[in-house]
C-alpha cells in the first residue's frame, strides 16, 4: 500500500561545514539563481528543484533523533547533472579550480560520467548520454 506522497522533489537541503566558503563554490561553479539567503543558509534554484546549503550547526533539529554526520564520514549521496559533453564540463571545472575526483568514464549503463565534490564532500556528478557498446 502506498500513501500517495507526491513524488516531485522540491528542496534537497545540503548541511556545510562551512557556510561562506559553500556558498563562494557554489557561485563559482554553477549558474543558478539565489532564492534567498542569510547568515547560516543559501537557497539556490536549479531548474525546478531547490537547494538549500545550510550551516550544519543549525541542521540538528531538523533531523532529530537522528544525528547530523560529520562530513569526514565520507560520501552519502550523489546528486546528479545532465550535460550535452562531459569532457567540456570537465575542462570548465578544472579552468576554475574545481579537482574531478574521477572521470571522465565511460559506463555500462550508457552514461559518461565525472564527479566532484563540494567544501562539505558533497558530491555532484555530470552525466552524458552515450551509446552502449
Same mark, same amino acid.
Given at each position: ?33 539565489? +532564492?534567498?539567503? =542569510?547568515? !547560516?543558509? #543559501?537557497? /539556490? %534554484?536549479?531548474? @525546478? ?8 550547526? $543549525? ?24 550535460? +550535452?559533453?562531459? =569532457?567540456? !564540463?570537465? #575542462?570548465? /571545472? %578544472?579552468?576554475? @579550480? ?8 565511460? $559506463? ?26
Amino acid at each position: 500500500m502506498t500513501i500517495g506522497l507526491p513524488s516531485e522533489v522540491e528542496v534537497i537541503t545540503l548541511f556545510v561545514d562551512d557556510i561562506a566558503s559553500a556558498k563562494a563554490f557554489y557561485a563559482k561553479v554553477f549558474a543558478s539563481e539565489t +532564492v534567498w539567503e =542569510d547568515a !547560516v543558509s #543559501s537557497v /539556490l %534554484r536549479f531548474g @525546478g528543484l531547490l537547494i538549500n546549503l545550510l550551516d550544519a550547526s $543549525r541542521a540538528p533539529p531538523l533531523v532529530e533523533p537522528l544525528r547530523v554526520a560529520q562530513s569526514s564520514a565520507g560520501a552519502r549521496a550523489l546528486l546528479t547533472i545532465r550535460v +550535452v559533453d562531459v =569532457d567540456q !564540463v570537465c #575542462s570548465a /571545472l %578544472r579552468e576554475i @579550480g574545481v579537482d574531478l575526483l574521477n572521470g571522465p568514464i565511460d $559506463r555500462p549503463w550508457g552514461r559518461r560520467t565525472a564527479a566532484f565534490a563540494d567544501p562539505s564532500g558533497h558530491v555532484w556528478e555530470i552525466a552524458q548520454l552515450i551509446e552502449r557498446k
